[in-house]
């Protein structure tokens, strides 16, 4: 059974970095698409950046130049380093992984204070 864990999220000022992780377990082949989504308050959730196994990246237009997507296959591990954090990131962080089928992480709050 596949199993998205994220770490990494938390509290910090504007203008700052958080690095989220997103280890998958129960995988034998390997996954198509590693991606970061996010949700704010009232909003619909909407996709951060996405890498595909080969490390073709995609990225939202509002976190170009500021956030990186990286993965580490060996370990079907994930990363999104965000750095120049703004107030209007703040968002629970959801990590997706396209495998058999899309499997969800259980979230992670990244909290931005002005």
């Known amino acids: 059974q596949v199993h998205l864990v994220e770490s990494g999220g938390g509290l910090v000022q504007a203008g700052g970095s958080l690095r989220l992780s997103c280890a998958a377990s129960?995988?034998?082949?390997?996954?198509?698409?590693m991606g970061w989504y996010r949700q704010a308050p009232g909003k619909q959730r909407e996709l951060v950046a996405d890498?595909?196994?080969?490390?073709?990246?995609n990225y939202a237009d509002s976190v170009k130049g500021r956030f990186t997507i990286s993965r580490d296959n060996a370990k079907n591990t994930v990363y999104l380093q965000m750095n120049s954090l703004k107030p209007e990131d703040t968002a629970v962080y959801y990590c997706?992984?396209?495998?058999?089928?899309?499997?969800w992480g259980q979230g992670t709050q990244v909290t931005v204070s002005s």
């Open positions: 890498i595909t196994s080969g490390g073709s990246t």
């Open positions: 997706i992984a396209s495998y058999t089928r899309d499997y």
């Open positions: 129960g995988i034998i082949f390997s996954i198509n698409i």
